[in-house]
C-alpha cells in the first residue's frame, strides 16, 4: 500500500529571517582571576600528562612510564582502540577534579 507524504509548503510571506538577523548578541565578561598562573600551569601539565599515558596505553604493552630504555618488545603489534575521545575525556575529568577540590567537595 502506498501513501502520500504530507507535505507543508511555505508561502513567500513565511519565510525564515536570515541567520544573521535571528541571532542576537551575547556580552561576554571574563573573570581575570578565576584561576591563578600556577592553577593555568596545573591544567596544561595535567593535560599534557594524562594524554601521554593515553596515547602510551594505546601503543605500548608495558613501560608506560619509560623507566627503561623504550625496545620493540613494548610495542603493541596491533592497536586496539583509538585516540577518539581522550583529550576530551581528561579535559572534562581534570576539569571536574579542579571543581571538586576548589569547592572542598567529596
Same mark, same amino acid.
Given at each position: ?7 507543508? %509548503? #511555505? @508561502?513567500?510571506? @513565511? ?19 578565576? +584561576? %591563578? ?8 601539565? &595535567?593535560?599534557? &600528562?594524562?594524554? &601521554? ?5 594505546? &601503543?605500548?604493552?608495558?613501560?608506560? +612510564?619509560? #623507566? ?9 603489534? #596491533? ?28
Amino acid at each position: 500500500m502506498v501513501t502520500k507524504r504530507n507535505t507543508v %509548503s #511555505r @508561502s513567500k510571506s @513565511s519565510k525564515k529571517a536570515p541567520v544573521k538577523a535571528q541571532t542576537k548578541r551575547i556580552k561576554v565578561t571574563r573573570q581575570a582571576d578565576f +584561576l %591563578s598562573t600556577e592553577e593555568h600551569q596545573w591544567f596544561k601539565d &595535567y593535560h599534557a &600528562y594524562t594524554n &601521554y599515558i593515553g596515547a602510551a596505553s594505546l &601503543y605500548l604493552k608495558d613501560n608506560f +612510564l619509560l #623507566r627503561k630504555p623504550l625496545a620493540k618488545d613494548d610495542i603493541k603489534e #596491533r592497536i586496539l582502540g583509538h585516540w577518539g575521545t581522550v583529550p576530551g575525556l581528561n579535559f572534562i575529568y581534570a576539569h571536574a577534579s579542579f571543581l571538586v577540590a576548589k569547592h572542598k567537595q567529596k
